[in-house]
């Protein structure tokens, strides 16, 4: 069983993300975060498999966001996966230069979904492991 956060301030959003993921990874737990605060919170203090953060929260965005976790030595090994309605191949390519172990973009698709998950769990795997 893995946990994933997914920080999203819209509710609608929210709720089908962890619709799909419960899906797709029925053994999976799933924790939810209104805004990157909440979720900088949740992720030092469960300390998840793996992360997905909207880009456009409120107050603190998912770039800003990114840059704590990846400053903070109990969050930085930790993947974060951008899920974002910024589709244009511009913003892709600046979510990766910034560090997003991946990118995703909205309305989300559930085999990219599912397939980009489980490309960054290995890396959780071995870090646990090793």
Do not use: W
Request: hydrophobic share 45%; glycine share 4%.
């Amino acid at each position: 069983m893995k946990t994933l956060l997914y920080i999203e301030d819209n509710a609608d959003n929210l709720k089908v993300l962890q619709m799909m993921i419960r899906r797709l990874r029925p053994a999976d737990d799933v924790l939810p975060a209104r805004n990157a605060e909440e979720g900088i919170d949740i992720a030092n203090r469960m300390l998840p498999d793996l992360i997905l953060m909207d880009i456009n929260l409120p107050g603190m965005n998912g770039y800003e966001a990114l840059k704590i976790l990846r400053c903070t030595s109990m969050t930085r090994h930790i993947p974060v996966i951008a899920v974002s309605a910024y589709a244009m191949q511009e913003n892709i390519r600046q979510g990766l230069e910034a560090g997003f172990d991946a990118y995703i973009t909205k309305p989300v698709n559930m085999q990219v979904l599912d397939a980009t998950i489980t490309a960054c769990l290995p890396a959780v795997d071995m870090v646990q492991s090793g």
